[in-house]
């Protein structure tokens, strides 16, 4: 569809620093990145991360296009805290609103909202409110930005946490690679790996051009949504025209609508003696066997109006029903045809 490809289009344009203007006024991105190293080694001292391995350098081979000269490419792991989440087993959650969310996986996820439905007193793997949780096992690239305050995440899901920043940008930037990093996990059981996600390369604008680049997307692709809405009834409009189509021709050619009529046309009443007479020949020959009488027609019954000149009738009044036989046939090579319902095909 249009909205999809322009949908991706947009992201890429907005993570190339492209569709918003760069302004001189712009605080320095190497501010952000001191600001962060300094959050970072505050939150080790406080021991409330632990401290990781240093990433490896950035590469010229593994950019993948130019950013504006106030950007840096970073490693994902510079900028955020992440955390991997760990299974329970079924005694230490519930399903009655006990305790603080438990988010096992992709079933959680509905077009980047949560879905809550098992909660669990006894909590070890914590993502708190502003987190981006990602699922990256099984089902990978689900993702949402977590509204709750505290939740504990399962194996199959990791917590983005970003130190300094906005996660909004963080969240856009990760979808926009969800299908690089689907292919990055795909093996027998696909996952994504702690290592893959830390080493990620990122474009980081300044904490303002960030914001912009945000507030765009939210108007931009409010407006691609819509247009999504629009194509999806179009499309269920185009697959179910040609029937609908077929049934309004239909509905007007029983109805009289389809054709005018004309004052030299014969008298319906002629056609239906005509048929009478022919019934009565056939009884004497009894070439067909003679019929109860039938009901006369109410009011109640008729369902719409007709010309004048046409007249309702019940269907043995003007046809011959026969019922087909049970018998097993003699299938023969020549003879009389053989007709079973397998043999009838749309008329």
């Not at 945000?214 to 108007?219: A, G, R, T």
């Not at 609908?244 to 239909?250: F, G, H, Q, V």
Request: hydrophobic residues 35%; aromatic residues 4%.
């Amino acid at each position: 569809m249009l909205a999809d490809k322009l949908r991706k289009s947009v992201l890429q344009s907005a993570i190339q620093g492209k569709l918003t203007e760069q302004l001189a006024t712009d605080d320095n991105v190497e501010d952000l990145l001191q600001a962060i190293e300094e959050e970072k080694e505050l939150l080790i001292k406080e021991k409330k991360i632990k401290k990781q391995k240093p990433l490896p350098e950035i590469t010229e081979e593994e950019i993948p296009f130019a950013i504006p000269e106030n950007w840096r490419w970073v490693r994902l792991g510079e900028v955020i805290e992440l955390i991997s989440g760990r299974d329970l087993v079924k005694d230490k959650y519930n399903n009655n609103c006990e305790g603080i969310p438990y988010i096992t996986g992709a079933s959680n996820f509905n077009n980047n909202n949560l879905i809550i439905d098992r909660w669990t007193n006894e909590a070890t793997s914590i993502a708190i409110k502003n987190d981006i949780l990602l699922t990256c096992k099984g089902t990978i690239g689900e993702i949402a930005v977590l509204k709750e305050n505290k939740v504990h995440i399962a194996r199959q899901i990791m917590s983005i946490r970003l130190l300094q920043g906005n996660i909004e940008y963080i969240k856009w930037y990760i979808i926009s690679q969800i299908d690089k990093l689907k292919s990055m996990g795909k093996s027998i059981i696909p996952g994504i790996s702690r290592e893959m996600i830390l080493n990620y390369l990122i474009p980081l604008p300044p904490l303002a051009e960030q914001k912009r680049i945000v507030e765009k997307l939210d108007n931009v692709l409010a407006n691609i949504d819509e247009l999504k809405a629009n194509e999806e009834k179009l499309s269920i409009l185009q697959k179910n025209f040609p029937d609908k189509l077929k049934k309004s021709i239909l509905q007007s050619a029983i109805q009289g609508k389809l054709t005018e009529q004309l004052a030299t046309d014969d008298n319906v009443e002629d056609l239906l003696q005509a048929i009478k007479e022919e019934k009565e020949r056939l009884i004497k020959e009894k070439k067909i066997k003679k019929q109860k009488p039938l009901p006369e027609i109410t009011e109640e019954e008729i369902p719409f109006e007709i010309p004048k000149n046409w007249k309702w009738v019940r269907a043995n009044d003007i046809l011959d029903v026969r019922d087909g036989t049970h018998d097993t046939p003699k299938y023969v090579v020549k003879g009389v045809p053989l007709v079973t319902s397998k043999n009838l095909d749309n008329g």
